[in-house]
């Protein structure tokens, strides 16, 4: 059982950085596959990075390329969401999970995080 808790988000101008972050539970940390996700209202949580348990090899959604980086500290039990130049459209409700194997769906996560709320003001 892996329980995850984010800290994180707020309300940022466009143009701004946020930094999320998530510390697991649980001595096997660093064989999950971590990712964050995020659901915005009226639509459904889509992905939004996700980084290898061991080589810690990152993959994103296009649309933030080059403006989020993730990353993950074993001996911490932490994934980070670095978000720099924030839009409007980055708002959403911002999810970590854990994974043996997942990829780049939901259904392929075991454990959720509470969840954070990250608003982009115009």
């Known amino acids: 059982q892996v329980q995850l808790v984010q800290s994180g988000g707020g309300l940022v101008q466009a143009g701004g950085s946020l930094r999320l972050s998530c510390v697991a539970s649980?001595?096997?940390?660093?064989?999950?596959?971590m990712a964050w996700f995020r659901q915005a209202p009226g639509k459904e949580r889509e992905f939004v990075a996700r980084i290898n348990c061991c080589g810690g090899s990152t993959y994103y959604l296009d649309f933030v390329k080059g403006r989020f980086t993730m990353s993950r500290d074993n001996a911490k039990n932490t994934v980070s969401l670095q978000m720099n130049s924030l839009k409007p459209e980055d708002t959403a409700a911002y999810y970590c999970a854990a994974s043996k194997d997942g990829g780049s769906s939901y259904g392929e996560y075991d454990y959720w995080g509470n969840g954070t709320l990250v608003t982009v003001s115009s």
């Open positions: 649980g001595r096997t940390f660093s064989s999950y596959v």
